[in-house]
């Protein structure tokens, strides 16, 4: 058997009493891309960062590039010596500076003489490595302007910049979980031809189809332990990752079956979205309606135009608390009328993680409930309570710092805070996104939970599975056309309706 | 309860990522993540309660320390320091770097920040004595239009900030260097002076050993401290300051708050410059920009008392008096003039610093 490329051995992380990491090995073989997978804080991240020097190891670990040992803790430039290179989940691209100044960056080609660069010379350096990795951007381009998928391959050139073909690892942490389908592909074909020459990749995904196509072996871990070393992709489905990332097989969350009522809880008329007819929908009390749709197409800024929080063209909302004018009216009318936003991102437009639980819980009642000189305390402490014991919230108390809970914590607390204001029509925009099992099954639950008490909820989401385990019916919108309704209980057809839908002939399977 | 008159400074760990969740005894799902039973109910009381004495000691550090340096000063120099003159001195002489931090943290609070206070505050105290004391305009009428200026000058401030979008860096910066340059316009570059009766005894005159004007500084902050922990407005003035967004989605009118800080921020400076002038009776417009330090330090050291890591005007008027007693205890030592930037400057550092340790080791054990 051959050196390995990289090779760590019990690697183990302690944050005072917590064990993050413990004694976990990973061995990287030369030419290969090698997959790490686990669940949120099964430790997968700790582990990159004491590869790339962020963290300190626990005593204990050894670590070897091609067979010779690194001190611990990693110097970053003994490792870049050594050829280890890291891309970021955020590319970390300066989007006014040019190609060639993002790949120099840290390195640049200058004058020993004055330290002036040599921009000619850096640029034949940043289309040397474009070249070889077949990537084709202009050197003076500006980043800002590149597509996605190029974009991660400037990032990609910039950590390979220095390696010699065939040598050299390098680490993707996450750095293709932005991009779009189609970019993907070409993406996976830029890894191949790094590979190729011998040089290895090191990825951290959670794209599960992806590390299976994509990675030769993959490293599981679960609760701070590897639970799977190198395993050989060939002979493993994703349900069996997940089995070994979880460590029990996942219950797909039973609804209890609701009768929607004929009431009507709110009517979305005439929405207009760019390259779509205008989009109508009828949601019923008691209903879970979803909607999804290809990434980009238009569907993702649904939540927000019906919320008020971003203007539309044309377009109405009937509820059973008022009336919304889309094209004119914002959040406060739209809130008037009961329509509740829980938004994607949650620590940027969903909860101020700097405040505490019971603070992030009051702020949209604080009219309603307080008078104009004065807002109580105790209708805040039972709606704190309340929260936290009917969505299962794990904080010490309702004092608590959102930032200080974990991401399905935090998203339970998101939740709670609409669910608060009564809404007629609950808007949710990836309301499962980062959170782990035990967390998804909670607030799957409580949407669940919070149609039957009479609420519409429409449920914007690209996650096939939450979509068939919580609605009753889901509607896939397509470009140029009327979106299609689907009442299923599989994923793949939800999946196949969206991916169908690029094919304006509609020949499809769904 | 007071935990609420907080806007957090600290914004460098916005999100909790995968490995801070493990700092956390229990994960989402109940279990601690090694799997195991959560800790021991015994443990946990202990870690809570020495918890408790550290969050109790990040809170009220800058007040065992004032009272350390007060002994300090007491030890040197017990007849001077002693003396029942110091006690006023130090309390009666700080009303208008209340008015004036408090000037200043209403826009800290929402997240925006004004340098022009102490410009504001300064035509407020030129205007006045240059139109009552030399053009003869009836006082009354000159406090309201030397006021009105400063609320003028905010409201152009908020112009540029919030409907233009410009940098508040940049407006605020030109707005105070402008608007010293009017009042030394208007003032011939001299120093104005004006006496007024009716003034003086709404602002000099004395309650207790302090002047009147000590108790509405001490008025202003605790409507403050009230409007910010049990309003609807103080909340979402709060809300602004910590995450814009989530602010505005819902349903604050973001714009409007953020506006109308820069407006109150004029009128408190207007206010600092109308009590600078009743208890000076004059004021040489080049000095209004050596105000602006003090305020500022007092707003950003009353972060580390009280509510750590938050603007509170509670935290502000401890500081605004810990630095206080500093200067003078340090006068009496026979220190003088540059001694006060050196303590405003060093004090101001070293105590936001040391907050900042105290609260980090705090959360994190």
Request: glycine share 12%.
């Amino acid at each position: 058997m051959t050196t390995p490329r990289l090779e760590a051995r019990g690697a183990s992380k302690t944050f005072g009493s917590v064990t993050v990491l413990d004694g976990a090995h990973l061995v990287v073989q030369p030419g290969e891309i090698h997959s790490l997978v686990g669940q949120n804080g099964s430790g997968k991240s700790t582990l990159v960062k004491i590869l790339t020097g962020y963290h300190g190891p626990d005593a204990g670990m050894t670590l070897a590039v091609d067979g010779q040992a690194l001190s611990l803790p990693v110097h970053w430039r003994a490792a870049q010596a050594a050829g280890v290179s890291v891309v970021h989940q955020d590319l970390g691209l300066l989007d006014h500076l040019t190609v060639s100044e993002n790949i120099g960056i840290g390195g640049f080609v200058h004058s020993r003489l004055t330290g002036r660069i040599d921009w000619r010379r850096q640029d034949r350096v940043a289309e040397a490595v474009l070249q070889r990795l077949a990537i084709p951007v202009s050197p003076r381009a500006l980043v800002g302007e590149l597509s996605a998928a190029h974009r991660a391959g400037v990032a990609i050139a910039r950590a390979l910049r220095a390696t010699v073909p065939g040598e050299g690892m390098m680490i993707l942490d996450e750095a293709t979980r932005a991009l779009p389908r189609d970019d993907l592909a070409r993406m996976h074909a830029l890894l191949g031809r790094v590979v190729e020459s011998g040089t290895s990749v090191l990825m951290v995904s959670h794209n599960l189809e992806e590390v299976l196509t994509l990675s030769s072996r993959v490293t599981v871990l679960r609760d701070g332990r590897v639970v799977g070393e190198g395993l050989d992709t060939a002979g493993l489905t994703e349900a069996d990752l997940a089995r070994l990332m979880l460590g029990k097989t996942v219950d797909a969350v039973v609804r209890p079956a609701v009768t929607v009522r004929e009431q009507v809880a709110a009517e979305v008329t005439g929405l207009a979205l760019d390259g779509h007819p205008p989009f109508s929908v009828t949601v019923r009390s008691g209903e879970v309606v979803g909607l999804t749709g290809l990434p980009g197409t238009g569907f993702e800024q649904v939540p927000y135009l019906l919320a008020g929080a971003a203007r539309a063209d044309a377009g109405t909302v009937r509820t059973t608390s008022g009336h919304v004018d889309l094209s004119r009216d914002g959040v406060c009318e739209a809130l008037a009328a009961g329509i509740a936003l829980v938004p994607e991102r949650r620590g940027r437009d969903g909860v101020a993680v700097e405040m505490s639980v019971r603070d992030n819980l009051a702020l949209p009642n604080l009219r309603r409930r307080g008078s104009r000189w004065h807002v109580g305390r105790g209708w805040q402490h039972r709606l704190t309570a309340d929260s936290i014991q009917r969505l299962g919230i794990k904080s010490r108390s309702g004092e608590d710092l959102v930032k200080e809970l974990s991401g399905g914590n935090q998203q339970k607390v998101l939740f709670a805070k609409w669910l608060s204001t009564d809404p007629d029509l609950l808007v949710l925009h990836e309301p499962t996104q980062a959170v782990d099992v035990g967390a998804r099954a909670d607030l799957l639950r409580a949407i669940g939970d919070a149609a039957a008490a009479g609420r519409g909820v429409l449920l914007v989401s690209s996650e096939p599975s939450d979509l068939v385990e919580i609605c009753d019916r889901v509607l896939v919108l397509r470009p140029g056309q009327e979106p299609a309704e689907l009442r299923t209980t599989d994923p793949d057809v939800v999946l196949d309706a969206i991916y169908s839908a690029q094919i304006p002939t509609g020949a499809s399977h769904a | 309860m007071p935990e609420t008159t907080q806007h957090r400074v600290d914004v460098t760990a916005a999100v909790v990522d995968d490995e801070q969740t493990q700092f956390r005894l229990v994960t989402d799902s109940g279990e601690t993540p090694d799997g195991t039973a959560p800790v021991l109910a015994g443990e946990r009381t202990t870690s809570r309660a020495s918890g408790l004495a550290r969050t109790f000691a990040a809170k009220y550090a800058l007040i065992g320390v004032w009272a350390l340096m007060g002994l300090y000063f007491y030890a040197q120099v017990p007849d001077t320091f002693g003396s029942a003159g110091t006690f006023s001195s130090i309390f009666g002489s700080q009303q208008v770097l209340v008015f004036l931090a408090m000037s200043a943290l209403i826009t800290l609070v929402v997240g925006e920040f004004d340098l022009s206070v102490a410009a504001m505050m300064g035509i407020t105290a030129t205007t006045i004595p240059v139109l009552a004391g030399v053009h003869g305009m009836n006082i009354w009428l000159a406090c309201v239009l030397g006021v009105g200026a400063a609320v003028l000058a905010g409201a152009v401030n908020a112009f540029f900030v919030v409907v233009l979008d410009v940098s508040s860096f940049v407006v605020t910066l030109g707005m105070g260097t402008l608007l010293t340059g009017m009042a030394q316009m208007i003032s011939g570059s001299t120093i104005v002076s004006v006496s007024s009766r009716g003034l003086a005894k709404i602002f000099i005159g004395e309650l207790f050993g302090l002047p009147y004007a000590f108790y509405y500084g001490l008025a202003l902050a605790l409507v403050l401290a009230y409007v910010l922990a049990w309003t609807p407005l103080g909340r979402s003035m709060i809300f602004v300051g910590t995450n814009r967004e989530v602010a505005r989605l819902a349903g604050i009118r973001v714009q409007r708050i953020r506006f109308g800080a820069y407006v109150g921020a004029g009128l408190l400076a207007g206010l600092s410059g109308l009590i600078l002038v009743a208890s000076v009776g004059g004021f040489d417009s080049s000095t209004a920009t050596s105000f602006l330090l003090p305020a500022l330090a007092a707003v950003f050291l009353g972060t580390a008392v009280v509510h750590p890591g938050a603007f509170n005007p509670i935290g502000t008027m401890v500081a605004i008096y810990f630095l206080a007693t500093g200067i003078f205890g340090l006068q009496l030592l026979g220190y003088s003039g540059w001694i006060q930037n050196v303590f405003y400057g060093a004090g101001l550092v070293v105590a936001v610093a040391l907050a900042k340790i105290v609260r980090d080791r705090s959360r994190t054990a």
